[in-house]
């Protein structure tokens, strides 16, 4: 762009910018692990984001810059366990294969030095990205920091500088915040007087709270009277996300974008659980509030965007294809000592289209659709009975790295076994009644990462409920057979999904990927991630079954399966 240095010199200017220190600090207080890398290493991922080793977690400032997706997220680079965390960076022209950059954001104010947490990027009127992240001060404090890029014609965005006024807000005794409690800035967006406003994540006791502040320069920030919003009885607030979504269709919008035709999401996650949970409701722009629609239930028994390992997520409007991204943690179920021993820790999620369903009660999910360059070997079934008790394989996949679609025909409803009014828990139905318990319609659905005969497999699936007026379809990913290693979190998990019974037909999409299964039910209105380390059922030895363990038999409409190639993935 013309000029871009002239026009940044005063950029810098007006927001009080000053350069990075070329060394890196060291972090004190913080752990650090010596990792055996070892060789031998059956669960690193073909086609998932990682970075060849060390621990990450949350993902941040997910944008698009100059057609560039930029990933930031934290990293510790000396281990493989939480600590001395820094912004590591990777950029991709297509969300599939990412590069690798230097550290964006790292130690080196007082405001910042004891670790760079997690933020979001906000693009500026202007056209320039601006992050705002939670930094650890000297006083081990919560605090706010701005960092804006050095050279704004760089596509890469390699170089980043913080505001010398960092920090920008901050937990003090008139403001009644909690300085450990105070953290994870949402992207900013513009009021209808053209104020910036943002949320922070925190807490007063048990009562979760979005933090609201505004800025007319994005320099200057105050707090507003009241926050956002609260939730009595949902602890601490992490990672909060707010954004607009379209009534009707599937594209996204700015995050400025309100009016008649939207409706917002307000997520957040829970600190308490380490679950990412979502309302649908209204803001009222000129108040700031916001109000989740009649009937939206707040916190664990409410909406989640994924029923398995998914946290921290974090969406972005992608401007160019018109969607709203959302990209998410994919925290591991080993041990801290196999984590140690295999020296690496943590991967994410494949980025997902998200939109409001036709109801307007939930978000759908997809995959990004330029994971599908990955396929090969196609293998497709079609018009396939599966009697009741009956196990067929999937040939000609690779198993342990694969994208499976299946579509079942439901014929006989009435059949279903009754609902108790009690079983209103779906995880804990998923793990009372998992893969192994016989039922009448269902359980039916994938046996993936299976070893032959069986001994390790974690099973996706449906099974049909006779409830009060209506059908339910409890969806589950079991995982209590998934390794014979018994150190591993081997969790159920499970979901109602709401569809339409008229259709009597459900489909299923699962992409496997070595210890990653997810898995995403009636066209994306339930996601649940799994993470599984068989020890038969690695690479070659890995198979993929379809089943029925109900009495009643269900058919397999059509059923497609892919082997995928390697991503290049930093």
């Not at 990412?98 to 910042?112: G, K, L, R, V």
């Not at 992240?133 to 390699?158: E, F, H």
Request: proline share 5%; with cysteine; glycine share 8%.
């Amino acid at each position: 762009m013309a000029n871009s240095n002239l026009g940044l010199f005063f950029v810098l200017a007006l927001l009080g910018i000053v350069e990075l220190e070329a060394s890196h600090h060291v972090y004190k207080h913080l752990q650090t692990f010596q990792s055996s890398s070892s060789a031998n290493q059956p669960y690193r991922t073909g086609y998932h984001f990682q970075p060849p080793k060390n621990w990450i977690n949350d993902p941040n400032g997910v944008m698009i810059y100059k057609g560039l997706y930029h990933f930031f997220y934290q990293y510790n680079p000396k281990g493989a366990v939480w600590g001395n965390i820094v912004w590591a960076h990777s950029t991709s022209e297509d969300l599939v294969n990412w590069t690798p950059h230097e550290p964006a954001i790292y130690p080196s104010q007082p405001s910042d030095i004891n670790g760079c947490w997690s933020g979001s990027a906000t693009i500026l009127s202007s056209g320039k990205p601006a992050m705002l992240y939670t930094g650890i001060d000297s006083q081990n404090r919560q605090v706010q920091n701005l960092a804006i890029p050095k050279n704004l014609s760089d596509p890469y965005l390699t170089e980043w500088v913080k505001s010398a006024k960092n920090p920008l807000m901050q937990p003090t005794a008139q403001n009644h915040i909690n300085a450990s409690s105070f953290r994870d800035p949402t992207t900013a967006w513009l009021g209808p007087n053209k104020e910036w406003r943002v949320i922070i994540g925190s807490k007063v006791n048990r009562q979760g709270l979005a933090i609201l502040y505004k800025s007319k320069n994005f320099v200057n920030w105050y707090q507003s009277k009241t926050p956002l919003h609260s939730a009595d009885n949902t602890g601490m607030w992490e990672c909060p996300d707010f954004f607009p979504a379209l009534l009707h269709g599937q594209n996204g919008v700015d995050t400025s974008l309100n009016g008649p035709n939207v409706k917002h999401v307000l997520k957040v996650s829970l600190d308490d659980t380490k679950h990412d949970c979502y309302t649908i409701g209204s803001y009222d722009n000129v108040e700031d509030i916001y109000t989740p629609d009649e009937g939206s239930v707040e916190g664990d028994s409410g909406l989640r965007y994924d029923y398995g390992k998914y946290y921290a997520s974090k969406t972005f409007f992608d401007n160019v294809q018109n969607r709203r991204i959302l990209t998410s943690w994919i925290n591991e179920s080993s041990s801290v000592a196999d984590d140690i021993k295999k020296g690496w820790s943590g991967v994410h999620a494949i980025p997902r289209k998200i939109w409001l369903d036709e109801s307007g009660k939930q978000l759908v999910q997809w995959p990004v659709v330029e994971i599908e360059k990955l396929r090969a070997n196609h293998v497709s079934l079609a018009n396939k009975l599966l009697e009741g008790g009956s196990v067929i394989e999937v040939p000609g996949v690779t198993a342990a790295q694969a994208d499976v679609e299946v579509s079942f025909e439901i014929k006989d409803f009435e059949k279903a076994e009754v609902l108790e009014p009690s079983w209103t828990n779906p995880q804990l139905l998923c793990s009372r009644k998992g893969a192994s318990v016989k039922g009448s319609l269902g359980p039916f659905g994938l046996l993936v990462l299976a070893s032959e005969g069986l001994k390790e497999r974690t099973a996706v699936f449906f099974r049909i409920f006779k409830g009060h007026n209506k059908y339910v379809v409890l969806m589950c990913s079991d995982q209590s057979r998934s390794s014979l290693n018994q150190d591993n979190d081997m969790t159920t998990y499970g979901a109602f999904l709401d569809v339409d019974n008229r259709q009597h037909k459900l489909s299923l999409r699962s992409l496997i990927d070595h210890s990653i299964v997810e898995s995403f039910g009636g066209g994306g209105k339930v996601c649940i991630t799994s993470r599984v380390y068989p020890t038969l059922a690695i690479n070659e030895a890995a198979h993929l079954y379809a089943f029925n363990n109900g009495n009643q038999s269900i058919k397999i409409l059509e059923l497609n399966a892919w082997s995928m190639k390697t991503a290049k993935i930093n």
